[in-house]
T-cell receptor, first 115, second 112 residues
Framework: AQSVAQPEDQVNVAEGNPLTVKCTYS??????LFWYVQYPNRGLQFLLK??????LVKGSYGFEAEFNKSQTSFHLKKPSALVSDSALYFC?????????????FGTGTRLTIIP | NAGVMQNPRHLVRRRGQEARLRCSPM?????VYWYRQLPEEGLKFMVY????????ESGMPKERFSAEFPKEGPSILRIQQVVRGDSAAYFC??????????FGPGTRLTVT
């Protein structure tokens, strides 16, 4: 079984400050990990993924995430928040076992950047 | 390269009617996934298809729901005899390689 936890429903950050959106996961084997962002009444936009290799992954719009196997975490970060970063963020995991294709999503974290 | 297309964007059905949701994957993508999002919740996997084949339907309700991805044309998610609990946003995603999934804008189904 695979699962994702996003412990914070809401995160508020002042514009220009660093931001972190937390994600922990559980899989039987090794994980593929993803971050998506959703704007109101829109689909999900892909931000970044961890498949293998370097634990620090860089993605779109200046976001990055660090894979930490010992803590089973994949927190999303950005050094300096923009008001336009305000949106709903989803972490997702997939087990690397062949044939298990489905992404399991967290419940989402609403990020609000305060001007 | 156009993104994943879904239509209609909004669909209103009365209880007992059929809902038919369409998804055209990105060009060159042969893997299609359907997810459902209830209000204030994350996405829940429903079904994974490749051309003409259902690979994983472990998230599909056993009754009233079906999906197909024919050789020609879009993928279709069909819900027969809709009930109020089917009201949700339904998202389609496609992938070229089973890693990144690119999502469409979704179809918001309202059952009255």
């Amino acid at each position: 079984a695979q699962s994702v936890a996003q412990p914070e429903d809401q995160v508020n950050v002042a514009e220009g400050n660093p931001l972190t959106v937390k994600c922990t996961y559980s899989v039987s084997g090794n994980p593929y990990l993803f971050w998506y962002v959703q704007y109101p009444n829109r689909g999900l936009q892909f931000l970044l993924k961890y498949i293998t290799g370097d634990n620090l992954v860089k993605g779109s719009y200046g976001f990055e995430a660090e894979f930490n196997k010992s803590q089973t975490s994949f927190h999303l970060k950005k050094p300096s928040a923009l008001v336009s970063d305000s949106a709903l963020y989803f972490c997702a995991v997939r087990d690397k076992d062949f044939g298990n294709e489905k992404l399991t999503f967290g419940t989402g974290t609403r990020l609000t950047i305060i001007p | 390269n156009a993104g994943v297309m879904q239509n209609p964007r909004h669909l209103v059905r009365r209880r007992g009617q059929e809902a038919r949701l369409r998804c055209s994957p990105m060009k060159g993508h042969s893997h299609v996934y359907w997810y459902r999002q209830l209000p204030e919740e994350g996405l829940k996997f429903m079904v994974y298809l490749q051309k003409e084949n259902i690979i994983d339907e472990s998230g599909m309700p056993k009754e009233r729901f079906s999906a197909e991805f024919p050789k020609e044309g879009p993928s279709i998610l069909r819900i027969q005899q809709v009930v109020r609990g089917d009201s949700a946003a339904y998202f389609c995603a496609s992938s070229p390689d089973r890693y990144e999934q690119y999502f469409g804008p979704g179809t918001r189904l309202t059952v009255t």
